[in-house]
T-cell receptor, first 111, second 116 residues
Framework: AQSVTQPDIHITVSEGASLELRCNYSYGATPYLFWYVQSPGQGLQLLLKYFSGDTLVQGIKGFEAEFKRSQSSFNLRKPSVHWSDAAEYFCAGGSNYKLTFGKGTLLTVNP | DTGVSQDPRHKITKRGQNVTFRCDPISEHNRLYWYRQTLGQGPEFLTYFQNEAQLEKSRLLSDRFSAERPKGSFSTLEIQRTEQGDSAMYLC??????????????FGPGTRLTVL
């Protein structure tokens, strides 16, 4: 069965520190991979996506993610976190139409 | 460029009542999706449309749930005889897919349903 796992439920970082959020997938073939961000009570905003090609993808708000087939991972990174980045982050995998989401990682940013 | 819109944003109802939600996708998007998100979880796929045709329904979508997209534009999701377990955020997303091309889904703000 297709699945997406986000091992970290909650991460706390200091403003200005670097960030890495983990995502692992289990699919028969390479899925499409996405990162979305959700602020409290809001919908999901697309940060970045991977379909094929270059395994390092750039997204909005200074985020990037790297697809590693050997590790079945698609981790999200940001070199310097801002207080406004505090939110919940979801990794998702898709094939053809249906997205399968991880349970999310809640990011807290300390001043 | 207007995004996906959903109405209402919040709905409080009593158990046993029927509710209907509306989703307006991004203009020209041919696919429309419904997801449900419960507290502390990621969204779960419910159903999707390609134009006006409903092509897939999750087994999460019980007989009390029905979705329509009559003219291939906006969509409605109706829940009949609501139960407390239906309390969740209902998210709509849309995408433009041409042939076997890439499918990037853009989400609306969601409708939060509370069943008392």
């Amino acid at each position: 069965a297709q699945s997406v796992t986000q091992p970290d439920i909650h991460i706390t970082v200091s403003e200005g520190a670097s960030l890495e959020l983990r995502c692992n997938y289990s699919y028969g073939a390479t899925p499409y991979l996405f990162w979305y961000v959700q602020s409290p009570g809001q919908g999901l905003q697309l940060l970045l996506k991977y379909f094929s090609g270059d395994t390092l993808v750039q997204g909005i708000k200074g985020f990037e993610a790297e697809f590693k087939r050997s590790q079945s991972s698609f981790n999200l990174r940001k070199p310097s976190v801002h207080w406004s980045d505090a939110a919940e982050y979801f990794c998702a995998g898709g094939s053809n139409y249906k997205l399968t989401f991880g349970k999310g990682t809640l990011l807290t940013v300390n001043p | 460029d207007t995004g996906v819109s959903q109405d209402p944003r919040h709905k409080i109802t009593k158990r046993g009542q029927n509710v209907t939600f509306r989703c307006d996708p991004i203009s020209e998007h041919n696919r429309l999706y419904w997801y449900r998100q419960t507290l502390g979880q990621g969204p779960e796929f419910l159903t999707y449309f390609q134009n006006e045709a409903q092509l897939e329904k999750s087994r999460l979508l019980s007989d009390r749930f029905s979705a329509e997209r009559p003219k291939g534009s906006f969509s409605t999701l109706e829940i009949q005889r609501t139960e407390q377990g239906d309390s969740a955020m209902y998210l709509c997303a849309s995408s433009l897919v041409i042939g076997a091309g890439e499918d990037t889904q853009y989400f609306g703000p969601g409708t939060r349903l509370t069943v008392l």
